[in-house]
Nanobody
Framework: QVQLVESGGGLVQPGGSLRLSCAASGSIFSINLMGWYRQAPGKQRELVAVIISGGGTNVADSVKGRFTISRDNAKNTVYLQMNSLKPEDTAVYYC???????????????WGQGTQVTVSS
């Protein structure tokens, strides 16, 4: 059983900052990548940023220069530092991990429960 537990969402004023965290736990042999997606009301879920095990990243153009993704491999934890937040960043943010629970299995995608980020004055 694999669990992804997110934290750090909330309400912030435009221009403010938030830091999201997501810790993976349970049966984990190896993690290929971890990342963040978001879904605003009435819109499809979209990629925000991902980071692979070697440290390479892919960041959406809409947040590039404002959001930074990082990872602590020893803790199986991924972070999303969000600066200069805008109202259009308001969404539910979901953590994703692509991992192998056991040797020779997967990789499979796992999702967190989501954390609400609201940017409003």
């Amino acid at each position: 059983q694999v669990q992804l537990v997110e934290s750090g969402g909330g309400l912030v004023q435009p221009g403010g900052s938030l830091r999201l965290s997501c810790a993976a736990s349970g049966s984990i042999f190896s993690i290929n990548l971890m990342g963040w997606y978001r879904q605003a009301p009435g819109k499809q879920r979209e990629l925000v940023a991902v980071i692979i095990s070697g440290g390479g990243t892919n960041v959406a153009d809409s947040v590039k220069g404002r959001f930074t993704i990082s990872r602590d491999n020893a803790k199986n934890t991924v972070y999303l530092q969000m600066n200069s937040l805008k109202p259009e960043d308001t969404a539910v943010y979901y953590c994703n991990a692509r991992l192998r629970p056991y040797i020779g299995s997967g990789p499979y995608d796992y999702w967190g429960q989501g954390t609400q980020v609201t940017v409003s004055s």
